[in-house]
Protein backbone atom coordinates (compact mmCIF):
# COMPACT_ATOMS: atom_id res chain seq x y z
CA UNK A 1 0.00 0.00 0.00
CA UNK A 2 0.82 3.87 -0.19
CA UNK A 3 2.13 3.94 -3.30
CA UNK A 4 2.65 7.31 -5.06
CA UNK A 5 3.16 7.59 -8.62
CA UNK A 6 4.04 10.81 -10.77
CA UNK A 7 3.81 11.14 -14.22
CA UNK A 8 5.86 11.72 -16.68
CA UNK A 9 9.35 10.24 -15.21
CA UNK A 10 11.05 12.70 -17.46
CA UNK A 11 10.59 15.63 -19.48
CA UNK A 12 12.57 17.67 -22.12
CA UNK A 13 11.55 21.15 -22.93
CA UNK A 14 12.75 24.57 -24.91
CA UNK A 15 13.44 27.48 -22.40
CA UNK A 16 9.87 29.72 -22.17
CA UNK A 17 7.34 26.66 -21.95
CA UNK A 18 5.42 25.67 -19.15
CA UNK A 19 5.43 21.78 -17.98
CA UNK A 20 3.01 19.81 -15.91
CA UNK A 21 3.90 17.19 -13.64
CA UNK A 22 1.17 14.60 -11.99
CA UNK A 23 1.29 13.01 -8.46
CA UNK A 24 -1.05 10.86 -7.50
CA UNK A 25 -1.60 8.94 -4.07
CA UNK A 26 -2.81 5.67 -6.11
CA UNK A 27 -4.39 3.35 -3.23
CA UNK A 28 -5.07 5.93 -0.13
CA UNK A 29 -6.42 9.61 0.10
CA UNK A 30 -4.10 12.06 0.28
CA UNK A 31 -5.37 14.70 2.59
CA UNK A 32 -1.42 17.01 1.93
CA UNK A 33 0.54 16.60 -0.43
CA UNK A 34 4.38 17.87 -0.84
CA UNK A 35 6.75 18.80 -3.60
CA UNK A 36 10.18 19.04 -3.58
CA UNK A 37 13.29 20.02 -6.01
CA UNK A 38 16.67 17.89 -6.05
CA UNK A 39 19.58 19.26 -7.33
CA UNK A 40 22.44 16.57 -8.23
CA UNK A 41 24.19 15.55 -5.52
CA UNK A 42 22.06 17.58 -3.22
CA UNK A 43 19.67 17.42 -0.09
CA UNK A 44 15.47 17.47 -1.40
CA UNK A 45 14.58 20.75 -0.65
CA UNK A 46 10.65 21.26 0.15
CA UNK A 47 9.60 23.95 -2.42
CA UNK A 48 5.68 23.67 -1.03
CA UNK A 49 2.84 22.46 1.01
CA UNK A 50 -0.66 21.79 -0.43
CA UNK A 51 -3.51 21.06 1.30
CA UNK A 52 -6.84 19.55 -0.82
CA UNK A 53 -9.24 22.03 -1.65
CA UNK A 54 -6.74 25.33 -0.68
CA UNK A 55 -4.00 26.90 -1.77
CA UNK A 56 -0.36 26.01 -1.87
CA UNK A 57 1.93 26.80 1.04
CA UNK A 58 5.17 28.05 -0.63
CA UNK A 59 8.65 27.80 1.01
CA UNK A 60 10.73 31.00 1.28
CA UNK A 61 12.42 31.68 -1.95
CA UNK A 62 10.20 29.62 -4.24
CA UNK A 63 8.20 31.70 -6.57
CA UNK A 64 4.77 30.67 -6.10
CA UNK A 65 3.86 32.63 -9.39
CA UNK A 66 6.46 30.47 -11.46
CA UNK A 67 5.74 27.27 -9.48
CA UNK A 68 2.16 26.55 -9.92
CA UNK A 69 0.48 23.99 -7.59
CA UNK A 70 -3.12 22.79 -7.73
CA UNK A 71 -4.16 20.33 -5.36
CA UNK A 72 -7.84 19.62 -6.82
CA UNK A 73 -8.57 15.89 -5.31
CA UNK A 74 -7.83 13.82 -2.63
CA UNK A 75 -5.41 11.65 -5.14
CA UNK A 76 -4.18 14.20 -7.09
CA UNK A 77 -1.25 17.35 -7.37
CA UNK A 78 0.21 19.02 -10.27
CA UNK A 79 3.20 21.31 -10.13
CA UNK A 80 3.19 23.28 -13.33
CA UNK A 81 6.79 25.24 -14.12
CA UNK A 82 5.59 28.02 -16.27
CA UNK A 83 8.12 30.07 -18.15
CA UNK A 84 11.04 27.54 -18.17
CA UNK A 85 14.61 27.80 -17.47
CA UNK A 86 17.65 26.05 -18.28
CA UNK A 87 18.08 26.87 -14.36
CA UNK A 88 15.06 25.26 -13.35
CA UNK A 89 16.51 21.83 -14.83
CA UNK A 90 15.99 19.43 -11.53
CA UNK A 91 14.88 16.71 -10.35
CA UNK A 92 11.09 17.39 -8.95
CA UNK A 93 9.69 14.92 -5.79
CA UNK A 94 6.19 14.68 -4.71
CA UNK A 95 5.09 12.83 -1.41
CA UNK A 96 1.78 12.50 0.25
CA UNK A 97 0.33 12.31 3.41
CA UNK A 98 -2.55 11.46 5.29
CA UNK A 99 -3.13 13.18 8.03
CA UNK A 100 -4.75 13.17 11.13
CA UNK A 101 -5.14 14.84 14.48
CA UNK A 102 -1.70 16.44 14.06
CA UNK A 103 0.16 13.94 14.54
CA UNK A 104 3.58 13.16 13.46
CA UNK A 105 3.35 11.29 10.23
CA UNK A 106 5.04 9.65 7.11
CA UNK A 107 5.16 11.11 4.16
CA UNK A 108 5.18 8.40 1.02
CA UNK A 109 7.53 9.68 -2.25
CA UNK A 110 6.83 9.27 -5.84
CA UNK A 111 9.31 8.50 -7.89
CA UNK A 112 10.56 12.19 -9.34
CA UNK A 113 10.54 13.58 -12.68
CA UNK A 114 13.72 14.78 -14.42
CA UNK A 115 13.27 17.89 -15.94
CA UNK A 116 15.79 19.21 -18.84
CA UNK A 117 14.89 22.93 -19.89
CA UNK A 118 17.14 23.53 -23.15
CA UNK B 1 31.43 -2.33 10.79
CA UNK B 2 32.70 1.05 9.67
CA UNK B 3 31.24 4.81 11.03
CA UNK B 4 31.13 7.92 9.44
CA UNK B 5 31.47 11.11 10.92
CA UNK B 6 29.01 13.81 10.76
CA UNK B 7 28.34 15.43 7.79
CA UNK B 8 30.85 13.21 5.64
CA UNK B 9 29.09 12.95 2.07
CA UNK B 10 30.56 8.96 1.33
CA UNK B 11 30.90 6.18 3.14
CA UNK B 12 32.84 3.08 1.66
CA UNK B 13 32.24 -0.41 3.32
CA UNK B 14 33.14 -3.92 2.55
CA UNK B 15 30.25 -6.01 1.54
CA UNK B 16 29.37 -8.22 4.70
CA UNK B 17 30.95 -5.72 6.91
CA UNK B 18 28.32 -3.46 9.28
CA UNK B 19 27.47 0.18 8.14
CA UNK B 20 27.14 2.80 10.60
CA UNK B 21 25.62 6.31 8.82
CA UNK B 22 25.12 9.25 11.45
CA UNK B 23 23.39 12.27 11.03
CA UNK B 24 23.00 15.35 13.31
CA UNK B 25 19.61 17.19 13.90
CA UNK B 26 19.66 20.92 15.15
CA UNK B 27 15.93 21.21 16.07
CA UNK B 28 15.00 19.84 19.80
CA UNK B 29 11.14 20.55 19.35
CA UNK B 30 11.87 17.68 16.63
CA UNK B 31 10.17 14.07 17.88
CA UNK B 32 9.75 12.03 14.72
CA UNK B 33 12.36 11.05 12.77
CA UNK B 34 13.12 8.82 9.87
CA UNK B 35 15.77 7.53 7.26
CA UNK B 36 15.18 6.90 3.58
CA UNK B 37 17.46 5.48 1.18
CA UNK B 38 17.62 6.93 -2.21
CA UNK B 39 18.64 5.10 -5.38
CA UNK B 40 20.21 7.07 -8.61
CA UNK B 41 17.33 8.15 -10.39
CA UNK B 42 14.56 7.62 -8.02
CA UNK B 43 12.65 8.76 -5.05
CA UNK B 44 13.40 8.39 -1.67
CA UNK B 45 12.57 4.88 -0.12
CA UNK B 46 11.17 5.11 3.40
CA UNK B 47 13.86 2.62 5.92
CA UNK B 48 12.97 2.98 9.30
CA UNK B 49 11.67 5.60 11.50
CA UNK B 50 11.76 6.68 15.39
CA UNK B 51 9.96 8.59 17.65
CA UNK B 52 11.50 11.20 20.12
CA UNK B 53 9.90 8.71 23.08
CA UNK B 54 12.54 5.59 22.02
CA UNK B 55 16.07 5.65 21.60
CA UNK B 56 16.26 2.71 19.79
CA UNK B 57 14.48 0.68 16.86
CA UNK B 58 14.87 -2.14 14.94
CA UNK B 59 14.01 -3.25 11.77
CA UNK B 60 15.00 -6.30 9.14
CA UNK B 61 19.10 -5.43 9.38
CA UNK B 62 18.72 -1.94 10.22
CA UNK B 63 18.50 -0.07 13.51
CA UNK B 64 18.33 3.50 14.33
CA UNK B 65 19.43 5.35 17.11
CA UNK B 66 18.47 8.18 18.67
CA UNK B 67 20.55 10.12 21.15
CA UNK B 68 18.62 13.43 22.25
CA UNK B 69 20.92 14.88 24.65
CA UNK B 70 23.14 15.65 21.92
CA UNK B 71 20.82 15.69 18.78
CA UNK B 72 21.81 13.07 16.82
CA UNK B 73 20.52 10.20 15.35
CA UNK B 74 22.37 6.89 13.43
CA UNK B 75 21.27 4.05 10.89
CA UNK B 76 23.00 0.65 11.30
CA UNK B 77 22.75 -1.76 8.63
CA UNK B 78 23.94 -4.90 9.17
CA UNK B 79 25.69 -7.28 6.82
CA UNK B 80 26.02 -4.55 3.99
CA UNK B 81 24.92 -6.22 0.72
CA UNK B 82 25.58 -4.69 -2.70
CA UNK B 83 21.80 -3.53 -3.08
CA UNK B 84 22.12 -1.47 -0.25
CA UNK B 85 24.42 1.45 -2.07
CA UNK B 86 22.66 4.43 -2.43
CA UNK B 87 22.43 7.36 -1.17
CA UNK B 88 20.76 7.89 2.72
CA UNK B 89 19.26 11.14 4.20
CA UNK B 90 17.59 11.59 7.79
CA UNK B 91 14.72 13.55 7.84
CA UNK B 92 13.34 14.83 11.10
CA UNK B 93 9.80 16.21 11.77
CA UNK B 94 8.26 18.73 14.61
CA UNK B 95 5.08 17.53 16.07
CA UNK B 96 2.44 19.64 14.60
CA UNK B 97 4.43 20.59 11.75
CA UNK B 98 3.78 18.25 8.59
CA UNK B 99 6.69 19.05 7.00
CA UNK B 100 9.55 17.22 6.86
CA UNK B 101 13.41 18.55 7.08
CA UNK B 102 16.28 16.52 5.13
CA UNK B 103 19.66 15.96 5.73
CA UNK B 104 22.95 16.29 3.25
CA UNK B 105 22.73 12.42 2.63
CA UNK B 106 25.73 10.01 3.23
CA UNK B 107 26.45 8.20 0.01
CA UNK B 108 26.94 4.33 0.62
CA UNK B 109 29.11 2.18 -1.65
CA UNK B 110 29.39 -1.46 -1.15
CA UNK B 111 32.62 -3.12 -1.89
CA UNK B 112 32.67 -6.69 -3.15
Known amino acids: ?118 | GESVGLHLPTLSVQEGDNSIINCAYSNSASDYFIWYKQESGKGPQFIIDIRSNMDKRQGQRVTVLLNKTVKHLSLQIAATQPGDSAVYFCAENIRGDYKLSFGAGTTVTVRA
Not at chain 1, 3 to 26: D, Y
Not at chain 1, 32 to 46: A, C, E, I
Not at chain 1, 72 to 96: G, R
Open chain 1, 1 to 118: GAVVSQHPSWVICKSGTSVKIECRSLDFQATTMFWYRQFPKQSLMLMATSNEGSKATYEQGVEKDKFLINHASLTLSTLTVTSAHPEDSSFYICSASSVSGGESYEQYFGPGTRLTVT
